[in-house]
């Protein structure tokens, strides 16, 4: 079956595959898509661990709760307070998402 693609790849001089050339608007969906991803070894600690996922995140990223505390601009006695609401308000979600450079969909599952 043969249809029609605007994706080309590119290979290297061995023949085997080193680029893909895809039209923006495909390659924007797929980036997208991927910024609300979590990782696996966030979701587990969350489970296992019985943590929320505000503490899995800061130690999956290795930050102290003073650095977190920090980027925030509070104290760290009122970081770790954040960090074991289990329903965090949506400015406090925001917030620590930024601290971590992910998006609140990430923090927030």
Do not use: C
Request: aromatic share 10%; glycine share 2%.
């Amino acid at each position: 079956m043969n249809r029609p693609t605007d994706i080309q790849i590119i290979r290297d001089p061995g023949g085997e595959p080193a680029f893909v050339v895809l039209p923006y608007t495909e390659w924007l969906s797929h980036y997208e898509a991927k910024q609300h991803l979590v990782p696996n070894e966030v979701v587990n600690h969350v489970f296992d661990q019985q943590v929320t996922p505000m503490r899995a995140w800061r130690e999956y990223l290795s930050l102290t709760q003073a650095e977190v505390a920090r980027r925030i601009g509070i104290s760290q006695a009122a970081y770790a307070q954040m960090e074991t609401t289990v329903s965090p308000r949506r400015n406090t979600l925001t917030k620590v998402a930024k601290a971590f450079d992910i998006t609140v969909e990430q923090l927030d599952f």
